[in-house]
């Protein structure tokens, strides 16, 4: 035991001996050339370096750069060049230092700053256009937001993804040029035919709110939005929507980009429309600030013949990419297909239960601003309304057709090849955005208790790709109603009730359908007839014995006639 504490002493005394002469040597002041020397020394016994670990050095590196603050030139610079790194691309500076060449065989990105290292003017160039300022890089960069900077050199990487050498690429982006003009003549055709504001241009534009590219930004469509959508989340307020100030994340959109196919396809290298023709003025849906408008007469632009000098045959498709995956069924994926004359798919994709698609999808959206995790659901969500409390079980195994359950399947990206395949394109994302928008409503991350008293109970069924019944207790008998909704298009919802003959009057079937098309959700629908129903019943208190009596005469075999 003596002898264990006395190599414990000789331990701690060694220790205490070899710290002092750490202290001894770190306090000592060392000339700065002799500093450099064992740096150098060290650098030189080091190993040849393997990838992993050279790789873990350049990661440690940009780990730092984005920790040090940016206040100077030099300090800018440096942050310049390491994001091009990053980004696998080159980088100079010019002989003064204040202009920074972010560069790759098809673009090049000009960032000039002044001796101080504040930003001028950040440029763009892509292969034979002269360089053009683009106000999103100027901003990211005049707020330090080196983050989304880098996520456009990503987009300009991306958009050059391409097969072939750079003179088909160039063809290509020629190509993507040529599509993007004639889609932003669509929407100015539109607007001047239409007078449309922002949301009605989203929702029955032929090509949608049109965003042009910007930086590594492609063109964007947005097509569709929600009444929920367009209010402030917790104020309920609605949002002043401009061209100007949509996020690019609202709703539905899809991003128009080319990329390389195995198969060749006939595409413009030029503009296409000719002249200047108005567009079709369709009825209005849900939106709050415009009736309903029918019956226009239906124009679309005129478009010139395909032939060999306005069009050439490349190894590369124009796509529509959506901004998040989106649930189709298997009939709207062939409706594209079929407008298109391209499969969506290049392979047959895994179908699965429309409604498990769409509940997942609903769910990632709701848990973007969420911290904590779903609640586990078995296709059972309540929902809390300010005077009911509903719970909805979405069946969405029950056989539809051949004896199987409505299949869909997951999709991103839409090839096509001609714009004037987009505004159908556009019309059939709507009609399945507008389903899914109904059944989402359903989808919440509420948790009530099963037992809880006054709990409403709801089944919603498939019964076809675009149509669907909800059915629950009548309010006032025993007996099961149900209402079937069916999704026309993305401008149109027809409800019908359907109940017991000798059940008491809800309410018509054109209120149902008013109710839908202004709010496009189910909960606020069950609440407004169950609503609609109470008050009917209070109005007239007659309708019980009338149904008592009706009751009984059926029973009688004494169907009534002629009478109310």
Known sequence: RALAAETED???????????????????????????????????????????????????????QRALKVSSLPSMTDRLESIARQNMLGSHLSPSGTECYITSDMFYVEVQLDTSGQLVDVKVAHQGENPTSCPELIQHLREKNFEEFSKHLKGLVDLYKLPGDNKLKTKMYIALQSLELDLTKMMHMFR??????????ILHGSVGLLTARSGGHLVSLQCYVSPYDIFEEGTGTQLNLTDNNVPRSLGVSVSVTIEGTTAVYKLPIAPLITG???????????????????????????????????????PACFFLKMNRPMPFSLSFIQRIGNATSIPVFE??????????????????????GSSTPPPSHNMHFYSVLPDQQHCYFLNGDAPVQDGRSLQGALVSKIPFRHPAQVPLLL????????????????????????????????????????????????????????????????????????KGLSDALIC????????????MSIPVTMRAIRRKAETIQADTPALSLIAQTVEIMVKNNLPPSGSP
């Open 10 to 64: 000789t331990k701690q005394s060694r220790m205490a001996a070899l710290l002092e002469r750490l202290h001894a040597k770190h306090n000592a002041s060392r000339p700065w050339q002799e500093t450099c020397k064992v740096v150098r020394q060290a650098m030189e016994k080091r190993g040849v370096m393997n990838a992993a670990g050279h790789q873990l050095l350049l990661t440690c590196l940009e780990t730092l």
């Open 192 to 201: 001047l035919a239409t007078n449309a504001n922002t949301v009605e241009t």
């Open 276 to 314: 200047s023709h108005p567009v079709d003025n369709k009825g209005l849906f849900w939106c709050p600030s415009a009736e309903l408008v029918e019956n226009q007469e239906s124009q679309t632009p005129s478009f010139s013949t395909v032939t060999n000098s306005n069009c050439v045959d490349l």
């Open 347 to 368: 392979n047959s994709p895994s179908l699965s239960p429309l409604y498990q698609l769409i509940v997942q999808s609903q769910l990632q959206l709701l848990e973007e």
């Open 427 to 498: 019309d059939i994302i709507r009609h399945q955005a507008a389903y899914n928008t109904l059944i989402g409503s359903c989808v919440k991350r509420t948790s009530i208790k099963e037992d809880n008293a006054g709990l409403l109970q709801f089944e919603v069924c498939p019964l076809t790709d675009s149509s669907f019944s909800v059915s629950f207790q009548h309010p006032v008998n025993e007996s099961l109603v149900c209402v079937v909704m069916e999704v026309i298009d993305s401008r149109q919802v027809s409800c019908k009730l359907y």
């Open 508 to 519: 018509t079937d054109e209120f149902i359908t008013k109710v839908v098309q202004r709010c």
